[in-house]
T-cell receptor, first 112, second 114 residues
């Protein structure tokens, strides 16, 4: 069965710092990859997705992610975080069965 | 578009009681998913439907859990009897047929079983 690993469980940054959250998956076939964000008390919202093509994908709110097939990774980045980026971030993988397998999430805390 | 609608938003019930969670997917979407979120286990897929038909229910914890989708605009997740370990946030999500079929999540139902 496929699995998704997010090694950073809790990240604390100051405003304007750069962000990179790791995501690795275990599945040898074709995958669709997603990053979702969950702001405190809210539901999950899609940040960005990768289906095919350019492995560097840009999402909303200045986020981007890079798919590196050889490393089975899909890391999320943002050059300069804001206090409003405080949230929990989930990486998810779809192996073609339409249902998502989520990572355990990374809680990001941005200090003003 | 109202997005995915879930009700109730909060449910507190006593152990042994029946609980029914409801979901209305986005109009035109043909796939519907039920997830459960807990601190210990994170986000887990319970079951998903495609064109109202259950496709994968391998995530349903046990027979106390059942889900139905009688039509394209409504689904229920029922727990009978409920237990304290069922306390969690239950999310419903839907996705469309064509193109980038990312899932759109509802606001969730926070269930507390005492």
């Amino acid at each position: 069965a496929q699995s998704v690993s997010q090694h950073n469980h809790h990240v604390i940054l100051s405003e304007a710092a750069s962000l990179e959250l790791g995501c690795n998956y275990s599945y040898g076939g074709t995958v669709n990859l997603f990053w979702y964000v969950q702001y405190p008390g809210q539901h999950l919202q899609l940040l960005l997705k990768y289906f095919s093509g350019d492995p560097l994908v840009k999402g909303i709110k200045g986020f981007e992610a890079e798919f590196i097939k050889s490393k089975f990774s899909f890391n999320l980045r943002k050059p300069s975080v804001q206090w409003s980026d405080t949230a929990e971030y989930f990486c998810a993988v779809d192996t073609g069965r339409r249902a998502l397998t989520f990572g355990s999430g990374t809680r990001l805390q941005v200090q003003p | 578009d109202a997005g995915v609608i879930q009700s109730p938003r909060h449910e507190v019930t006593e152990m042994g009681q029946e609980v029914t969670l409801r979901c209305k997917p986005i109009s035109g979407h043909n796939s519907l998913f039920w997830y459960r979120q807990t601190m210990m286990r994170g986000l887990e897929l319970l079951i998903y439907f495609n064109n109202n038909v259950p496709i994968d229910d391998s995530g349903m914890p046990e027979d106390r859990f059942s889900a139905k989708m009688p039509n394209a605009s409504f689904s229920t997740l029922k727990i009978q009897p409920s237990e304290p370990r069922d306390s969690a946030v239950y999310f419903c999500a839907s996705s469309g047929l064509l193109g980038a079929y990312e899932q759109y999540f509802g606001p969730g139902t926070r269930l507390t079983v005492t």
